[in-house]
């Protein structure tokens, strides 16, 4: 078992976009636009994490690269009456690419937004019967040299 090796791939420009949703109870996305969740905002609270997710992505996922980052972006809002996306743009200069970074970032920000509302999500036998972390993609990946 290896890392890759890249030391032969010369560093330039790419950029990966990822995407994925959580889906939720109807009266929990309302407590969300209606700032009503007692831990916070979510919706805030995932896009920090998903950056944070994204620069650790190395220490996560075992033989994946630690990347110089550039920039991270991480965009996290109620995207229908049962759905919340996250999605997440990361660049870097370097010898490979960063779809594993904005992945990552996706895949925190969506627990993120799951641990900030699971207490509203639960039925009343203390099951969760609508939720789901769905759809985590790559949307994009582009190198420039």
Known sequence: MAMVDVSGKSEIFREASAA??????????????????AKGDPLYTAKIAGVLA?????????????????????DVKVSGKFTVEASATVKTRAQTGVEMEALTAVSVALLTVWDMTKQYE???????????IDNIHVIRKFKQA
């Open 20 to 37: 994925g949703t959580i889906k939720l109870k109807a009266e929990t996305i309302d407590l969300i636009k209606t700032g009503k969740i």
């Open 122 to 132: 639960k039925d009343a036998a203390g099951q969760y019967p609508s939720t789901t």
């Open 54 to 74: 994204a620069k650790k992505t190395s220490d996560l996922v075992p033989l994946c690269h630690p990347l110089p980052l550039t920039n991270v972006e991480v």
